[in-house]
Structures are given as C-alpha cells and as structure tokens.
C-alpha cells in the first residue's frame, strides 16, 4: 500500500528538537491537496501504551475509503506508523504519514485528513522539555486530538493533561486563540464495564464525573478541572476494553484482527467511526477561520519560532 510515515519533528542526539519544513511542505503543498480544508487528528500520551497500533486502524479505514471492508478484512497484517510489543520506545518525535486521504463530509465539502504519531511522553530516553513540547505541537495543530492513556482516568493524567495545554497555550497567544480544539480522551484496557459501558456513551459518563466540581472539592482540583474545560472547544472521552491475551502475550503477533477480541473489534469500529466518518469529520480552524494545509503550513512554521 501506497504512503509512509514522515518525520516532521526529530530529536537529535543532543537532545535538540529539529523541525523538518521541507518535508512537511513536501506532504501538505502538493496541489491536488494545498487549497483544501484540512483534518488533522493526533495521537498522544505515554510511551509504550499502543498509541501508533491504534492509530493504523485509523489509517485502515482511509485506506478503504470508509468502507466496511477495513474493519471485515481479518487476515491481514497490520502495517503504517511503525509498532511492536515491548517495554521500549518506538516513536520519535513527530510522525505525519505522506498520503493525505480527501475524504468528503456531511457537507459535501472535500476535506484533507492527516495522521499523526508522536513520541510518548515520560520515557527514560526524553527530557521533560522534549514531551512537553512534542504534545504542545500536537495538541496546536489537532483537529482532534487524541489523548491516549490506560486502564482508568487518573488525577495525574489530568494533570499531564493541563501541564502540556497549558504549555502550549503560551505559543497560542501568537493566533489568539480561545482554546485547542476537541480533545478525545481514550481509555485502553477499561476493566469497569459494570460502572462505565464501554465506548462512547460509558466515556462520556466518565469524564462528567471526573471533571465535574464538587461541593467541598479541594480548591487545587477544581482549579485544574476549570484550567482543562478552558483549553479546549469540546472534550470526550471513548472507553476500549482489552484487545485479548493474544495480543499482549503472543511474540508473533502482527496486528491481524482475526486475532483480536471480538469485543475489541466491535468497539474499535465504533470509535474510528466516532473520529473519521463524514458527519463526524473536524477541520481545523483557528479563530473561527478553516484552515487549508497550506495554512496549517505557515501556522506550523509560525508555532515553532515561536515555541
């Protein structure tokens, strides 16, 4: 299949973040792509917790174009943003993958939809200013970002959460923008089916009651939950349950869906829909105004100067 993964942003050896215009400009200044609205959904969160294994699926369902036929095809590999088991780090920096998929919204509008992997936060090879700035990048250019952690909703995820928003809103100043984009908090390995259904609607359950203030609610913790609400347009929450020990334990795993949990399946179908399908689709747009990728070119270039 057609595309790779493009590195954008890298860190050397220095530990210096090095940010690669031309390559960006190679993907989104194409022509058939650089006057359309764009899409841009992310991955982030902490390292070695499936972030680029979910993100394929995403890339699966443009690959077939929307059609069912991603989520039926349960023999074949895998493949797209580089994954594998294991306790140690795969991704670095920022990954775009080169295809930009045109995909058509509820609106009738072609839109440009863009992928994007990035280094897990919190690893024993990166520095706190190397995260912090990986998902600050992320969370500025997102549509939709995806906030990915695991098995429950944490206070210090919340507080991850706000730390890097609010990083990143010091760049923001440069646009004037009012807050991110919509935020997806995705929980892995939800193990509380019986308290919060899977999926969208149990998410949405959860993150009400985690971000709701509370009579008597210690003032440090209302103030973070007020910091998060403002940082972003809208926030939701998807619950995933365990993919199956297959997948956690089998070394020969490759990403097949024959050898996923059935239960897994159904409620990947679910959330990839909830991200990608027409009526679901978000452009990014800063003070009220879409962004073409040629846009989000120059907003890019204008965040790292400022950053």
Not at 49 to 77: A, C, H, M, V
Request: hydrophobic share 40%.
């Amino acid at each position: 299949m057609s595309g790779e993964p493009l590195q954008i942003l890298l860190v050397d050896d220095g530990h210096t973040i090095v940010f690669d215009e031309r390559a960006l400009e190679r993907t989104l200044l194409a022509d058939h792509v650089k006057d359309r609205p764009v899409v841009v959904v992310p991955i982030a969160g902490a390292y070695r917790q499936g972030k680029s294994f979910l993100l394929n699926f995403l890339l699966s369902y443009l690959r077939y174009n929307g059609r069912s036929s991603w989520i039926e095809d349960t023999g074949t590999p895998l493949n797209g943003f580089t994954w594998r088991p294991g306790s140690t780090r795969e991704t670095a920096g920022i990954l775009l993958w080169n295809e930009v998929f045109l995909m058509t919204n509820s609106k009738g509008e072609e839109v440009a939809v863009l992928l994007m992997d990035t280094q897990g936060t919190f690893d024993c090879e990166s520095t706190m200013k190397e995260s912090t700035m990986i998902f600050s990048v992320s969370m500025m250019t997102s549509s939709v970002q995806i906030y990915n952690i695991m098995n429950n909703m944490k206070e210090d995820d919340l507080q991850h959460l706000q730390f890097f928003a609010q990083y990143g809103r010091l760049a923001q100043k440069v646009f004037t923008m009012p807050a991110f984009s919509k935020a997806s908090v995705l929980v892995r390995d939800w193990n509380w089916a019986h308290e919060f259904e899977f999926g969208s609607r149990g998410g949405r359950s959860l993150i009400e009651s985690r971000l709701k203030a509370t009579d008597g609610q210690d003032e440090e913790l209302m103030t973070l939950r007020q910091n998060i609400l403002s940082c972003f347009s809208e926030i939701d929450c998807f619950l995933m349950p365990h993919p199956g020990k297959e997948v956690a334990s089998d070394k020969s795993f490759d990403g097949r869906l024959a050898d996923i949990e059935e239960e897994f399946r159904e409620k990947l179908l679910e959330l990839v829909v909830s991200i990608l399908a027409p009526e679901n689709l978000l452009v990014k747009k800063i003070n009220g105004r879409t962004l073409s990728c040629q846009d989000l070119t120059i907003c890019l270039k204008t965040m790292w100067s400022v950053m």
